[in-house]
């Protein structure tokens, strides 16, 4: 005989699971002791929202599904959030919470909350065991929908009583690869001819463009076809930003500098775009002609409606059109003379003495070797990186413009120092978000994690002052008080530097990656710039007149 939790966590380590998040309760306790007796390690998280942040990040640096676990009722529903971040942001993930017992009721209705319902609209699958031999089926198949295109997040419940419950052993399902699809002939010929008429083509990169098992294949598709191109905000990184094609990201919707390439093109590739990020650009009657390239047909949206598109698995789907133009694209440059004038622009007093956002993002990088991962939590800050952080490596600039929730930034950095313990991490915090989740550093604390969060401090929900600000609202209802954030980090076991001179930030973070360990580095933050720049300078660049 076997018993159901045994049988659970043999099906997990069947999907390769090393390690789950979470906090467990009273109705998960036959699966935390079948944990404690399996290879999987149990990372017991502050609170549940983060095990599932932390679970998602893995899912999206990986590929893989991360793994959390909570108890019943109020615990499940701290999921919620973690649900929707992965489910926008297409992160494979499965949730495990438990639940009173479903052949008996001893405690009545006690913490019963329908779990299973509040989670279907949140997740691709949310399904409750009812029996011990539906375990390896059930969990087979939890991992391959999360993790099939488009992944995202998947809930099992497990009641107490069939965790505990014995059976005949049953045996596991065996994994195994799935090809996808590759983009049919014709749909490829068709795009092909689009791109060898177009008189000034374009590339975007989305979100779906940063997928592990998709990036080597997305750079070698520009190398090919040498069209400049441009990232959306969660595109950032599928294509080294240093090569002489990249033309900048689409931090706005319209009117930034990069707009004026995308207002020029007479033709958009857009590869791996997901139309739940913030649109990179509006579509129009009188606009570029766009062909959609993705694992699945567009979302036709109001401002997106591609004119053409090729489905199938993207890397190879790429080669094949790649193998039909390369070396034959007779415009593929005519955009690349704008680059100079959209970069330098973009790159504007990134220098000067004060803690701009540009500063920030200029000394930021500094410190960052090509594998450095940043993981933004989301704030007016979120917009300038996005807008003028150059990254080198895919998936080194972790940032949510999906769900785009506050209070995921510092679980997202723990995630990736915890898969990748060789490289420089750091968490980027507004005050806001940072203390919607800052009882995680213990658990960054614990783990011996080595992790630099720089803590962005202007006593306000910055982001949404300022928009209140440019509606010419008055002032009201968004600013607050904080502790002393370096007091606050050593109380967790960390240590914590306050910087008050803009030359002092750069070494203050370089003392924070030698000195190794969970280093707190707070700094203020001079949001002028956000109405000088991102209002005023950009309402005077006029949409440049279309070619032709």
Not at 74 to 91: I, K, S, V
Not at 226 to 236: A, E, S
Not at 456 to 462: Q, S, V
Request: negative net charge; proline residues 7%; contains cysteine.
């Amino acid at each position: 005989m076997t018993k159901g939790s045994d049988l659970f966590v043999a099906a997990l380590e069947n999907e390769g699971v090393d390690r789950i998040f979470g906090i467990p309760g009273e109705e998960n306790l036959d699966i935390v002791e079948s944990i404690r007796r399996s290879s999987i390690q149990l990372i017991l998280t502050r609170h549940e929202q983060a095990a599932a942040f932390m679970a998602a990040t893995y899912g999206r640096l990986t590929g893989k599904a991360g793994v959390c676990i909570t108890t019943l009722g109020p615990g499940a529903l701290n999921l919620t959030t973690g649900a929707a971040y992965a489910l926008l942001g297409a992160m494979p993930m499965i949730m495990i919470t438990g639940q009173k017992g479903v052949l008996s009721s001893r405690q009545a209705r006690f913490q019963i909350v329908d779990i299973v319902a509040a989670m279907k609209p949140l997740t691709k699958l949310s399904r409750q065991i009812v029996s011990p031999k539906m375990i390896p089926s059930l969990v087979r198949e939890a991992f391959r929908v999360a993790q099939e295109e488009r992944p995202g997040p998947v809930h099992l419940e497990l009641p107490e009583d069939i965790a505990a419950a014995e059976c005949e052993p049953v045996a596991l399902v065996p994994t195994h690869p799935v090809e996808l699809p590759l983009a049919s002939a014709d749909a490829l010929d068709r795009a092909a001819r689009m791109i060898l008429e177009a008189k000034r083509p374009l590339l975007m990169f989305g979100a779906a463009a940063s997928r592990p098992r998709v990036t080597p294949d997305v750079a070698q598709f520009v190398l090919r076809t040498q069209i400049p191109y441009f990232t959306t905000q969660m595109g950032k990184g599928t294509v080294p930003g240093g090569t002489e094609l990249y033309m900048g990201t689409a931090a706005l919707s319209e009117r930034d500098y990069v707009h004026e390439a995308i207002e020029q093109a007479d033709l958009i590739i857009t590869i791996g775009h997901d139309t739940v990020e913030k649109p990179p650009f509006i579509m129009g009657a009188n606009g570029p002609k766009v062909i959609h390239v993705g694992y699945h047909s567009a979302d036709v949206e109001q401002v997106y409606f591609p004119q053409a598109e090729i489905v199938g698995d993207l890397g190879p789907s790429l080669a094949l059109l790649a193998d039909r133009i390369e070396g034959k694209i007779p415009n593929a440059q005519a955009l690349l003379p704008l680059r100079e004038g959209i970069l330098s622009r973009i790159a504007a007093r990134a220098t000067e003495d004060r803690f701009t956002p540009q500063r920030i993002v200029h000394d930021v990088r500094a410190v960052m070797p090509a594998d450095g991962i940043l993981a933004l939590d989301n704030g007016m800050y979120k917009i300038w990186f996005a807008r003028n952080y150059r990254t080198r490596m895919a998936n080194t600039l972790l940032l949510d413009n999906a769900l785009a929730t506050m209070g995921a930034g510092l679980p997202s950095a723990m995630m990736a120092s915890l898969l990748y313990p060789r490289r420089r991490v750091m968490a980027i915090c507004g005050d806001g978000g940072f203390m919607m989740n800052s009882q995680e550093l213990e658990t960054a604390v614990r783990l011996k994690l080595d992790l630099v969060v720089l803590l962005l401090e202007d006593h306000a929900y910055g982001m949404i002052r300022w928009k209140q600000a440019v509606d010419e609202f008055p002032d009201f209802g968004m600013t607050f008080g904080n502790p002393d954030f370096v007091k606050y980090a050593e109380a967790y076991g960390a240590k914590g530097t306050r910087v008050t001179e803009i030359a002092d930030l750069r070494p203050a973070l370089e003392r924070a990656f030698t000195g190794g360990g969970v280093h707190l580095v707070v700094v203020p933050v001079d949001y002028s710039e956000n109405t000088r720049v991102l209002v005023d300078e950009l309402r005077e660049r006029l949409p440049a007149p279309r070619t032709p």
